[in-house]
């Protein structure tokens, strides 16, 4: 999600005349885009703060101005800390208002004139707006073969270890046309895969077209040269009978899921406030595998969660060996202010969290090893998107999201073919062409889609 937000901040920006820099020294403008999930993201903000605002100063002194933003879920947190901890920070702005950073610089560039280039206190933009911020972005500019595309924000299911209803609001659904629009531009763009976005994505519901995601999903699928759709994140509690049947007929609708679990006990999901039993994780599951017999999943954990038990633990490590998750993303629970759970009793000593993450990442990544491994000698499909470390050499993605490096031709870049997997790796695959031409999903736009892509 804070990869889809910064990219249409660099949109807004480029309106206004902003180009991206590598070169930090050379930034007029400096916007550090946070994640509230975890204590340590809000931390390394104000290590990185301090390093710009030494940025900051060298520039002043050399006669020029560097604006310093803030913006995301740290920023629609601790607003007003930010201000105080960093008064040489221009904007704090929350997740909701980055369409506002044109009249929001226009301001800070007023302010810091006023006060001749000295810092003169920031502007705080964290209001819930009326009106979406879809509304009033300019249009997607395609940057990769790939994209991300918002359909859904904010929560509320109201987790008890979780800061997303806090800093991202109420569920928020974008209608399917506007959806749509924007995926045949990127697809008329050149892009050949797009990952749907959203806190709760399977919650997504246009109430105006009366369409959930099963049926986004299978209108996307009609678009021209869209070969491959994903979506993240979802909750098992919204996999609903039509988004699982999609699963089964939609063939550009990749077999891998992220669905989250977070603990393998029961007593563990209520105090979590998850809404779901692992009977129904597992029943779920079950239907998805019915309707797409090759899906894999991943998943997420919290280790150490108030109140974990040995007993507790163990049933999350029962899980992991039962379900044999291709990917997994694993945390130590981090209490963060103002949710339910950091003022729960019974909070667990980091030192056990450390050893029972380390047990469980032992089964984790063991089971994305052999998984990896039991991919040699077959053939997947594979979206080139990026070139190799070795001359001639292409890296792109299997259906599995598995980096696949394999020797082809720079004519593939952006497009599928099949590869057969000669060798796994711990976190990719090798392999090699077959036919050393692009496979078949490729021909119905290609000519018209590699000279968007020339151009």
């Known amino acids: 999600m804070n990869v889809y937000d910064s990219g249409r901040m660099g949109d807004v920006l480029g309106a206004c005349g902003y180009v991206p820099t590598d070169d930090a020294g050379d930034a007029d403008m400096v916007i550090l885009n946070t994640c509230h999930i975890r204590a340590k993201a809000a931390e390394k903000l104000y290590s990185e703060l301090g390093r710009f605002r030494i940025l900051k100063d060298a520039r002043m002194a050399a006669g020029k101005r560097t604006l310093i933003a803030v913006a995301g879920c740290v920023a629609q947190a601790e607003g007003e800390e930010i201000m105080n901890r960093a008064p040489y920070v221009d904007i704090v702005l929350g997740p909701q208002t980055y369409h506002r950073l044109p009249q929001l610089i226009a301001r800070a560039e007023l302010r810091a004139a006023a006060n001749d280039m000295a810092p003169a206190g920031g502007i705080l933009d964290i209001e819930f707006p009326p009106e979406s911020k879809f509304d009033h972005l300019p249009d997607v500019a395609p940057t990769s073969v790939s994209a991300f595309l918002t359909i859904q924000e904010g929560c509320d299911k109201f987790c008890t270890f979780c800061v997303v209803p806090y800093t991202r609001g109420a569920e928020y659904s974008r209608p399917v046309a506007d959806i749509v629009d924007e995926a045949r531009r990127l697809a008329a763009g050149g892009v050949r895969e797009i990952t749907l976005l959203g806190q709760n994505v399977n919650a997504y ?51 891998f899921l992220h669905l989250p679990v977070q603990s393998g006990s029961d007593a563990v999901l209520a105090r979590m406030n998850r809404r779901h039993r692992i009977a129904d994780y597992r029943d779920v599951v079950d239907r998805l595998v019915r309707a797409r017999p090759d899906l894999k999943l991943s998943s997420d954990f919290i280790v150490g969660f108030p109140g974990e038990s040995d007993k507790d633990f163990g049933a999350t490590l029962a899980l992991a060996s039962e379900f044999g ?91 599928v073919a099949d590869v057969a997997i000669t060798e796994a790796h711990a976190n990719s695959l090798g392999g090699e062409l077959v036919g050393g031409t692009a496979g078949a999903a490729n021909q119905s736009a290609a000519g018209e889609i590699q000279r968007r892509i020339s151009a």
């Not at 040699?376 to 001359?391: C, H, I, Q, S, Y």
């Open 205 to 255: 519901r246009d109430t105006d077209a009366v369409a959930g995601l099963g049926a986004l999903i299978r209108a996307l699928a009609d678009i021209d040269g869209l070969a491959r759709i994903r979506y993240t994140t979802s909750h098992p509690i919204d996999m609903d009978d039509h988004l699982i049947a999609a699963h089964g007929d939609v063939s550009q609708l990749m077999p």
């Open 325 to 415: 998750f291709i990917q997994a993303y694993s945390f130590k629970y981090s209490p963060r202010p103002g949710t339910p759970a950091a003022a729960m009793a019974d909070q667990v000593p980091d030192a056990v969290k450390a050893e029972r993450l380390a047990a469980l990442q032992d089964i984790l990544n063991a089971s994305q090893r052999a998984f990896n491994k039991a991919s040699e000698g077959r053939v997947m499909t594979v979206l080139f998107d990026r070139a190799g470390r070795k001359p001639g050499q292409l890296v792109g993605r299997s259906p599995y999201m598995q980096p696949v490096h394999a020797m082809a031709p720079d004519s593939l870049m952006g497009w």
